[in-house]
C-alpha cells in the first residue's frame, strides 16, 4: 500500500512504494494491450487535470490513464490570464474540489506547488511536473521501461544527457534510479549541470565520449531553444555537435544499450533521426507505458484510507 | 504614573549597572534607581509611604533592563494596513519587549518625503504603544537613482536613511548618500544584495535549493554588497550600518575591515542564528526571508561575530504579512518573518548557550541600537522617561502564531517552546503586562 | 483451531476425477481452455492441464486472471487488492472457458472474474470448476465441477495450500477467531 494519499514526488516515496507501483504497473499493461482497454476500477471517480504549462503529450497521458480506469476526466487549463486576475492556486484547487475532484492533476512552473496543494485538499495531488523540481510519474515509467528492457535496474550504467539544470525529470529520474542500484551518470556542458549534483551519488562528465563509455542506457534530454539566450550554451549547433546524440557515439555505450527520451524530441539537435527511429529507441514505448504506470499510480493512490 | 519595583535583579550595560535593586518611577519618570547588597530586601520607606497609591510591583525573580530597542522594524503603514500598523506592530514590540523600534520606508508611499514622515510621527504619537523613529528611504521611490531629500525628512523626524527591500546598486548613488548624510551626521543603513546575483532566488543557494527545485540567492551576492559599502563608507567618512547579516563570509568581512578602523556596525536577526534553510523543506513560506536562512556554519559565524563584538545589534526585521500572501506557491510568497513577539525568547538561548551574558544581550538589544540611532532610549537614566522591561528568564512559553498581537502571523517558530520572556513592558506612560 | 479437510492425496484424486469430469462433459478438449483466478485459481487449472493432458494426450490453453479491478467492493475494504498479472495470450472468443478457483464462497469473485473475461472477447460459454465449495452464495453462481462439498460457518475459513507456494499441499478448515481470510 502506499503511504500517502499524493505523489509528490520520487523524494517523498521509499523503495517499497517505489517497487509497488511498478509492479502493479505491469499487470495494467496487460490491461492496455487488449481490444478493450478498459477496467471499472474507478468508475465514478472523477479526475482533474489542472494544468498552469502547457503540455499535450503528459495531460493527454493522464487523460487516457484516468479514463481506461473508468474514472471521468476534466481538463482545467489555466491560461496566464485568469493568474493575471488574481485567482491564487489554492482558490482554484478548492474550487475544483468542490465540483467533486477525486483526482488533481497539476503541473505548475513552481517548485512546491503540488506540496501546497497537497496539504490543504482531501483529494489526491499527482505532481505532473512542478518548476525545476521534480515530474515523478515520468522518472517512472522510465524505470518500467529499463526494467521491461533489461530485466533490471540494479547495476545498470545509465547516462542521463542535456540539460540537468533546468530539468526536473533528470532530478526525478536521478532519485529514482539510484535509489534502484543503478550507477546513474550526467552528461552535458557545465553550464548546465550544477556543482552541487555530485552531492547526490552521480558522476558528471562534461565530454559526452567519455561519458558513453560501457553505457546500458541513454537518456537524453530536451534542450531548450530559449537557455541559448541566456549564455547556457552559444549556439545549438555547438551544443548538437559536443552533446548531441549521433550513431558515432552511440556505438561507445553497450551493443544492447537502449536510448530513451522523455519527448518531444529536437530531432537533430540533442538526437538524430536516425537513432531515434531506430532499433535501440525505446521512445514509444515509453509513452504506452507512461500510460500504465499512471494508471497504476491512480489505482494505488486511491486506495490510500484519509 | 508612580510605580515601585522591588526586589529585581536590574541589569543596564549603558551605565555599567549590574545587580539586585528597587527602581522607583515618578509621573511617568526614573526617580530612583536603589541597587542592594546581596539579601537586603527591605524597600525604601519614604518613597512607598509619600504615595499610598503606588504601584508596587514585585520584581523577585525577574530581571529588569531597559526597554528593548528595534532598529529594524516594517510597520507597513501607510499603505499597506492589512498586514500591519503603526497601533498593531508597536503592540507587538511591547509584548516582545520593545519601548522603541524604528520603521523603514518601505511603505505606500515610500517615506521618501517629509510629508510621510510627518504622517508617521503623528500616527505612532497618536496610536503607537512604543516610541517609532521613522527612518527615511535613501532614494526617491527607493528606486535607487537620485537621492531623496534626506535633510527636510531629518527635520521631520527621520533619524536614519535606508532604501531596505532593496539594495543601492548604483555605487556612485551609494558614495553620494554617505557623503551627504554626513551633514546631518546620520547613519545610512545598508540592505546589502547584489540583486544581479540574487536575481529572482527565494533561499540560500546550495544543495538544498538542487534538490527542491528552488532559484538559490548565493551567499557572494550579500557578501560583494557588504565589501562594496564598507570601501565606500571609508572612502567617504560616512556612517554605514549593515542591515540583516547573515553568512559567514560576511561576519569575516566586517570583522577584518573593523579593525582598519572604519566607522561601521552591523545588525543580524534571531532567525539567523536560530535555523537554518531546513526549514524551507516542504516549501514552508514562513521559512522564506531576505537575506535567507543560511547553514549551519553561518550560524556558528554569526554567534561568534555576536560573541566578538564584530555585530552590534540583534533587531528583528519584523515584516509582517497577511495570512492570505504567504498562502502561496513559494515562489510568489512575499518574503518575510514576524519576529516582535519572538525576538527575546530566541536570544536568550545565546544565553542559555554562553554566547552571550545577559548584560552583552542587552547590549545588543537595547543599548547599541539605540547608540547607533542616536537616541536616548536603551538605557534607564535617571529623570528620563520610564522606559523597562521585566524579564522572567525561567517562565517556558509555547509560540503560538495565531494569538500573535501583530497582524502578522507569519513564522517559522511557531509551535517551538522558548525559556525566558518578557512578563511587563513599561513605556509611553503604560503598563503592558 | 483448525483442522484439516483434504490431504494431499485428496487433492490429487479430486483433481483427477474432475479432470475426467471436464473430458467427459465436453465430448473432448477441442474448443476447452482453463482460466485460473489469481491467485488461488492459477496453480490448480494448471494442474488440471497437465492431467488432461495426460489423459487426452493433448495440450490445453492455460491463462491467469487478474480480477482485482473488477471487484465489487474496492471502495470498502481495509486493505486495497494486489494488482496482480492477467496472462490469456490466446483468443477466448468462441471457446468454452473453464474458469478455476480454489474456493467458491459468496460467488462475487467469480461475477467479478465473468466481467473481466467479457473484456477480453465473447466466450462461447464460461463453466466453473472449484476445488472446495463452502456454501453460502450471495449471488446466483453454481459451480460445474467440485472437488468437494464442504458446509462452514460464517466464521470459518477455509484455506487451500499448494506445494506451487512453498508449502504442504491440503486444505484447512480454520474456526472462529482464525486467520482472515485473504479473499481473492
Excluded at chain 1, 503541473?107 to 505532481?127: C, D, F, Q
Excluded at chain 3, 480480477?67 to 483468443?91: C, H, N
Aim: aromatic content about 4%.
Amino acid at each position: 500500500m502506499l503511504n500517502n494519499k499524493d505523489l509528490l514526488g520520487i523524494k517523498e516515496l521509499c523503495l517499497e512504494e517505489i517497487m509497488l507501483i511498478l509492479d502493479t504497473a505491469a499487470g495494467f499493461k496487460d490491461v492496455i494491450g487488449r481490444d478493450i482497454k478498459k477496467v471499472p476500477a474507478l468508475r465514478g471517480k472523477t479526475a482533474v487535470n489542472l494544468f498552469y504549462e502547457p503540455s499535450t503529450r503528459t495531460r493527454t497521458s493522464f487523460e487516457l490513464a484516468a479514463k481506461r480506469l473508468s474514472m471521468d476526466v476534466i481538463n482545467f487549463s489555466v491560461n496566464t490570464s485568469s493568474v493575471v486576475k488574481g485567482e491564487g492556486l489554492i482558490d482554484t484547487a478548492m474550487t475544483v474540489q468542490a465540483l467533486g475532484a477525486d483526482f488533481i492533476i497539476i503541473r505548475h512552473t513552481s517548485s512546491g506547488a503540488p506540496h501546497l496543494l497537497a496539504k490543504h485538499l482531501r483529494a489526491s495531488v499527482i505532481n505532473a511536473g512542478d518548476g525545476t523540481n521534480e515530474h515523478p510519474t515520468q522518472a517512472l515509467l522510465d524505470a518500467f521501461t529499463i526494467k521491461e528492457k533489461k530485466g533490471r535496474i540494479k547495476g545498470l550504467q545509465i547516462a542521463i544527457v542535456g540539460d540537468i539544470a533546468h530539468s526536473r525529470v533528470a532530478k526525478s529520474n536521478i532519485y529514482c534510479l539510484t535509489n534502484l542500484g543503478a550507477k546513474v551518470r550526467l552528461i552535458g556542458p557545465p553550464t548546465l549541470i550544477q556543482k552541487e549534483v555530485k552531492e547526490m551519488g552521480v558522476e558528471v562528465f562534461h565530454n559526452m565520449e567519455e561519458g558513453l563509455k560501457g553505457v546500458d542506457v541513454l537518456i537524453m534530454l530536451r534542450i531548450q531553444m530559449e537557455r541559448q539566450g541566456k549564455g547556457f550554451f552559444p549556439s545549438t549547433d555547438e551544443y548538437s555537435r559536443n552533446w548531441g546524440l549521433t550513431p558515432a557515439r552511440l556505438s561507445l555505450a553497450q551493443d544492447n544499450a537502449i536510448v530513451m527520451h522523455p519527448g518531444p524530441m529536437n530531432r537533430g539537435i540533442e538526437i538524430v533521426s536516425e537513432i531515434a527511429d531506430g532499433p535501440r529507441s525505446v521512445i514509444l514505448e515509453q509513452v504506452t507505458n507512461g500510460i500504465a504506470v499512471r494508471m497504476a499510480v491512480m489505482y494505488l493512490l486511491s486506495g490510500v484510507k484519509r | 504614573m508612580n510605580i515601585s519595583i522591588i526586589n529585581g535583579y536590574i541589569i543596564d550595560p549603558s551605565q555599567s549597572i549590574e545587580g539586585p535593586g528597587d527602581i522607583y518611577i515618578i509621573d511617568g519618570r526614573i526617580k530612583e534607581i536603589s541597587l542592594k547588597k546581596r539579601g537586603d530586601k527591605k524597600p525604601k520607606k519614604d518613597l512607598i509611604t509619600s504615595d499610598p497609591g503606588i504601584r508596587v510591583i514585585n520584581a523577585e525573580g525577574l530581571i529588569i533592563v531597559p526597554g528593548l530597542f528595534d532598529m529594524h522594524v516594517h510597520l507597513r503603514e501607510p499603505g499597506f494596513e492589512y498586514k500591519e500598523t503603526i497601533q498593531s506592530g508597536t503592540l507587538a514590540a511591547v509584548k516582545g519587549g520593545f519601548a522603541g523600534v524604528c520603521c523603514m520606508p518601505n511603505t505606500f508611499p515610500v517615506n521618501d518625503n517629509a510629508s510621510v514622515t510627518e504622517f508617521i510621527k503623528r500616527k505612532a504619537s497618536q496610536e503607537g504603544h512604543c516610541m517609532v523613529f521613522p527612518i527615511g528611504a535613501i532614494t526617491k521611490g527607493q528606486q535607487g537613482i537620485e537621492l531623496a531629500e534626506m535633510g527636510t525628512m531629518r527635520d521631520e523626524g527621520c533619524i536614519a536613511f535606508s532604501d531596505d527591500g532593496q539594495p543601492v546598486m548604483n555605487s556612485l548613488i551609494m558614495r553620494r548618500a554617505l557623503e551627504y548624510s554626513k551633514t546631518f551626521d546620520v547613519p545610512i543603513i545598508s540592505h546589502c544584495e547584489d540583486s544581479t546575483l540574487s536575481e529572482d532566488g527565494v533561499m540560500n543557494e546550495g544543495l538544498l535549493s538542487v534538490k527542491l527545485g528552488l532559484r538559490g540567492i548565493p551567499a557572494e551576492a550579500e557578501q560583494i554588497m557588504i565589501f562594496r559599502d564598507i570601501l565606500l563608507a571609508e572612502l567617504t567618512g560616512g556612517r554605514l550600518h549593515i542591515a540583516h547579516v547573515s553568512t559567514e563570509g560576511s561576519v569575516n568581512l566586517i570583522r577584518s575591515m573593523k579593525k582598519r578602523g572604519v566607522n561601521v556596525t552591523a545588525e543580524t536577526c534571531p532567525h539567523y542564528f536560530s535555523i537554518t534553510e531546513e526549514a524551507v523543506m516542504g516549501y514552508d513560506t514562513h521559512a522564506k526571508v531576505n537575506p535567507p536562512l543560511r547553514t549551519d556554519r553561518d550560524i556558528k559565524a554569526i554567534k561568534e561575530g555576536l560573541r566578538d563584538g564584530t555585530i552590534d545589534v540583534i533587531a528583528t526585521d519584523h515584516a509582517p504579512h497577511h495570512r492570505d500572501e504567504k498562502l502561496r506557491e513559494f515562489d510568489t510568497a512575499p518574503f518575510g518573518i514576524s519576529g516582535l513577539e519572538t525576538a527575546l525568547g530566541l536570544s536568550l538561548k545565546l544565553v542559555d548557550e554562553g554566547v552571550l551574558t545577559i548584560s552583552q544581550l542587552v547590549e545588543k538589544m537595547a543599548a547599541n541600537p539605540a547608540r547607533i540611532m542616536q537616541t536616548e532610549m536603551g538605557s534607564i537614566k535617571l529623570n528620563t522617561e520610564a522606559s523597562l522591561v521585566l524579564i522572567d528568564k525561567n517562565k517556558s512559553c509555547k509560540i503560538e502564531a495565531d494569538k500573535f498581537v501583530s497582524k502578522g502571523k507569519n513564522t517559522p517558530f511557531d509551535g517551538w517552546t522558548l525559556k525566558g520572556m518578557p512578563v511587563m513592558t513599561i513605556c509611553r506612560g503604560n503598563i503592558y503586562e | 483451531m483448525s483442522k484439516e479437510l483434504m490431504t494431499k492425496e485428496d487433492i490429487d484424486r479430486a483433481l483427477t476425477r474432475m479432470a475426467h469430469e471436464i473430458i467427459e462433459r465436453n465430448k473432448g478438449i477441442g474448443k476447452l481452455c482453463l482460466v485460473g483466478i489469481q491467485r488461488g485459481g492459477v496453480s490448480l487449472a494448471r494442474r488440471l492441464a497437465s492431467k488432461i493432458k495426460m489423459i487426452e494426450r493433448d495440450d490445453i490453453p492455460v491463462g491467469s486472471l487478474d480480477i482485482a479491478l473488477y471487484r465489487d467492493d474496492l471502495a470498502i475494504r481495509k486493505e486495497q487488492p494486489v494488482v496482480r498479472r492477467t496472462e490469456v495470450s490466446f483468443e477466448i472468443t468462441n471457446l468454452i472457458i473453464i474458469l478455476v478457483d480454489d474456493v467458491l464462497f459468496t460467488g462475487r469473485s467469480i461475477r467479478a472474474a465473468m466481467d473481466a473475461l467479457m473484456d477480453l472477447g465473447r466466450p462461447a460459454a464460461i463453466h466453473l470448476a472449484v476445488l472446495i465449495d463452502r456454501g453460502h452464495r450471495e449471488l446466483p453462481i453454481k459451480a460445474d465441477y467440485v472437488g468437494k462439498n464442504i458446509p462452514t460457518a460464517l466464521s470459518e475459513t477455509v484455506e487451500v495450500q499448494l506445494a506451487e507456494e512453498g508449502l504442504e499441499d491440503r486444505v484447512i478448515l480454520n474456526k472462529s477467531g482464525g486467520r482472515e481470510r485473504n479473499a481473492e
